[in-house]
């Protein structure tokens, strides 16, 4: 018997409520037992994977993307009964009983909870195809990854209002106005809808300052607001404009050159720290 030689490490997508619902396993619906999803015959005992709760990009409003585990292969494809019970089914997969199933066992320290992280190509730092369930990555990607997520993880208490991470742009905007004092912003005088989202005074400045919500910092750019400044005000009324993000991902530098700062409110929360114009 010839013994393998190489293991193989890949991201698994799924809806949030699938991960937390059916932990350990990956899975398809819509497959009969005579298809195969793509990739799936990739996996064998002992490969390792990251439970990656996706969301879309490609829509206005982009939700938190988060990480719920690491695992360890322990049984290749099968088809079969999902082991779930009807009810939670019906919610999760529109009412399929049968799917294509990976399972495994939890590999190494695992998060007490969710944790927001980057989109995949931001984690990866390369484009990957949007719509498959298994992304092959290497070994130096999944211990990256995992170390990165375990360092980000905190106590979601803190948090105020929610107590949780925010799965999009009007939970920030809750988290903010509930907690703005804490958070170092004397007085909110204005919200709206277009940008910029925020303009208020922030504790020790003298001056109005704007401040633009998203969940992840280059969000700024993909929803246009860039046409929107000039040397780092907002064109309409010359006041500052800066960015609050649950997560900073401007690691080309595209939003920072445009604004006069960018605060990551996760950050600010875990170490207690202010807004500090």
């Known amino acids: 018997m ?6 193989n490490y890949f991201i698994a997508k799924h809806g949030l409520d699938s991960l937390t619902e059916l932990p350990g396993y990956i899975w398809r619906t819509g497959f009969p037992h005579d298809k195969i999803p793509h990739r799936f015959t990739q996996v064998k005992t002992g490969d390792r994977w990251i439970a990656f709760a996706y969301t879309s990009s490609d829509r206005r409003e982009r939700r938190l993307s988060h990480i719920t585990g690491f695992y360890e292969c322990t049984q290749a494809k099968r088809h079969g009964r999902i082991p779930l019970p009807a009810a939670t089914l019906d919610r999760i ?39 498959q369930t298994l992304i092959p990555i290497e070994v130096e990607d999944f211990e990256r990854i995992q170390k990165e997520t375990l360092r980000r ?12 991470e925010p799965n999009n742009e009007q939970e920030l905007l809750a988290i903010v106005v509930y907690g703005h004092k804490q958070l170092g912003v004397e007085e909110i005088i204005r919200v709206r809808k277009a940008f910029p989202d925020l303009l208020v005074r922030v504790k020790g400045c003298s001056k109005e ?12 750019i993909s929803h246009g607001h860039d046409s929107q400044v000039h040397d780092r005000r907002f064109r309409e009324d010359r006041k500052d404009v800066a960015v609050l993000c649950w997560i900073d991902n401007d ?9 006069h700062r960018i605060y990551e409110l996760q950050s600010l929360i875990r170490d207690g720290s202010r807004i500090v114009w």
């Open 209 to 220: 300052v704007h401040l633009e919500l998203e969940l992840y910092s280059d969000g700024f």
């Open 93 to 131: 997969v529109d009412g399929e009983r049968k799917a294509w199933m990976i399972s495994g066992k939890p590999y190494g320290e695992q998060p007490r909870q969710p944790v927001g992280v980057r989109p995949i190509d931001g984690l990866l730092h390369k484009s990957t195809f949007k719509n």
């Open 2 to 7: 010839q013994l393998r030689t190489k293991r």
């Open 153 to 164: 993880e905190f106590d979601t208490g803190k948090i105020p209002l929610l107590a949780r």
């Open 251 to 259: 690691h080309a530098h595209q939003v920072k050159k445009r604004v």
